[in-house]
């Protein structure tokens, strides 16, 4: 269990990614996992996948009408071979190593979000949007930037409910693997029961702030954020492996 310093912290981490997801489509689990594993590991990847969830299906309730899962089936087949690389390489490094991870998939997925790519959506390319989704989903909880890089000629509802869709059963999968292979505990449950309230907070307050503030320079500042927080793990990491 979280001592009350620490818990009220990750309730702030999870409550800027959630208000975050709500507004752009995604950045949850980019916002959290990093700043999360330097707080406290344990709180990587389970709680925040759990997290994500949650957020997700709040989102998708709002979005509902804008949904359109054409073609997402090959990505949540994707997600399956690459969830589970994802829990093998859990088990086999060391926490440094972990942490070094997730800096270059935080790092990977702010640098594919600031350049501009045009990829052709058909099954093979959301087959792979959804391997290499659950391999960084399982090691760091960030499985969204693959996708979303992938569908962001879409419409922003549209955009919003499709990774919203897909995170929902992604995650699902993702916390079976975690479960299977030993990675997945009770109280990563009771953790997440904890931080869920900040997750409804920012979903709501992101309701009221929606159309009323402009979303590219709150996308630029959950870039910057994200890239300070994926350094500061970075260097962490380095120390502790030397």
Request: charged share 10%.
């Amino acid at each position: 269990m979280l001592d009350p310093s620490t818990l009220l912290l990750a309730s702030l981490i999870i409550f800027c990614g959630a208000l975050t997801q709500s507004l752009i489509g995604f950045g949850l689990a980019v916002v959290a996992s990093p700043l999360l594993y330097i707080v406290d590991p344990s709180l990587v990847p389970g709680p925040v996948i759990m997290m994500g969830f949650s957020i997700a299906a709040l989102t998708l309730f709002r979005e509902r009408g804008q949904l359109e899962f054409n073609g997402l089936q090959y990505a949540l087949l994707g997600r399956i071979p690459g969830g589970l690389l994802g829990a093998m390489l859990i088990l086999l490094a060391p926490q440094p190593i972990l942490g070094l991870a997730i800096a270059a998939i935080v790092a990977l997925a702010v640098t594919l979000s600031v350049l501009k790519f045009s990829l052709p959506v058909n099954r093979l390319s959301l087959f792979i949007a959804g391997v290499l989704s659950g391999i960084f989903g399982n090691i760091a909880a960030i499985g969204g930037p693959p996708l979303a890089i992938l569908l962001a000629g879409k419409d922003a509802a549209q955009f919003r409910a499709a990774l919203s869709a897909f995170f929902i059963f992604s995650s699902l999968i993702a916390l079976a693997i975690l479960a299977a292979t030993g990675l997945l505990k009770l109280e990563h449950l009771w953790v997440s029961l904890m931080l869920l309230p900040s997750v409804i907070l920012g979903y709501v307050v992101a309701g009221r702030l929606v159309g009323k503030i402009d979303k590219q320079k709150i996308r630029t500042f959950t870039l910057i954020l994200c890239s300070f927080s994926a350094l500061i793990l970075a260097v962490k990491s380095i120390i502790e492996l030397s």
